[in-house]
């Protein structure tokens, strides 16, 4: 089975530049998650969909980061404009069902770097 | 108060050894326990779930203390190969929130 993947592995930009992450999910998982990993913390989620619908977007700063999942299965992130702050790993995963005990499965990540 | 705390480490024991992390959680409302494992640069992955009854994998031990809201791993006979951060996980509605992770280096 394949995993989810995620591109491209590293970006480095300036501040204020914009930025877009992409993820393609395990095949046939209906929910999705974006998360932010700030180095020494754990991962938090930024944004979780259910097919193409979002289930909860409450920690995601809409004033620069938006999401999307037009078809349901692959989806993109972007940063627009970066700051400092945002460096950090972005990563995604996947899971069969939306309920907590449902496994998630992760991607490589991409590794932001903002000068 | 972070909703899931953990000791960061790092743990330095030789090979052999047992060693256990706790991990404290607040909202007693949940529902769902886990940890995960994460290697240096690389992503989390599941290593095992937590239940009240206790649960054991090989040579993993995963304890959960509703009343006292913490939950701990017990790893015997490390390996190198163990040397981790391991994440501590509580599930929320539709959700999962880390703990910001325990290191453990595993030294010959």
């Known amino acids: 089975e394949a995993g989810v993947a995620q591109s491209p592995r590293y970006k480095i930009i300036e501040k204020r530049q914009s930025v877009a992450f992409w993820c393609n999910p395990i095949?046939?998982?209906?929910?999705l998650y974006w998360y932010q990993q700030i180095l020494g913390q754990g991962p938090k989620l930024l944004i979780q969909?259910?097919?193409?619908?979002?289930?909860?977007d409450s920690q995601l700063p809409k004033d620069r980061f938006s999401a999307e999942r037009l078809k349901g299965v692959d989806s993109t992130l972007k940063i627009q404009p970066a700051k400092l702050e945002d460096s950090a790993v972005y990563l995604c995963?996947?899971?069969?069902?939306?309920?907590?005990?449902?496994?998630?499965?992760f991607g490589d990540g991409t590794r932001l770097s903002i000068l | 108060r972070k909703e899931v705390e953990q000791d960061p480490g790092p743990f330095n024991v030789p090979e052999g050894a047992t060693v256990a992390f706790n991990c404290t959680y607040s909202?007693?409302?949940?529902?769902?326990f886990f940890w995960y494992r994460q290697d240096c640069r690389k992503e989390p992955k599941l290593l095992m779930s937590?239940?009240?009854s206790g649960n054991e994998d090989g040579r993993f031990t995963a304890q959960l203390n509703r009343a006292s809201q913490y939950i701990s791993l017990l790893i015997r006979d490390s390996k190198l190969s163990d040397s981790a951060t391991y994440l501590c996980?509580?599930?929320?509605?539709?959700?999962?929130?880390f703990g910001a992770g325990t290191r453990l280096a595993v030294h010959p």
């Open positions: 995963a996947s899971s069969s069902g939306t309920g907590s005990y449902q496994p998630q499965h």
């Open positions: 095949s046939g998982h209906a929910t």
């Open positions: 969909f259910q097919n193409n619908g979002v289930v909860d």
């Open positions: 909202n007693s409302a949940s529902q769902s």
């Open positions: 937590v239940y009240s």
């Open positions: 996980v509580k599930g929320g509605y539709n959700k999962l929130i």
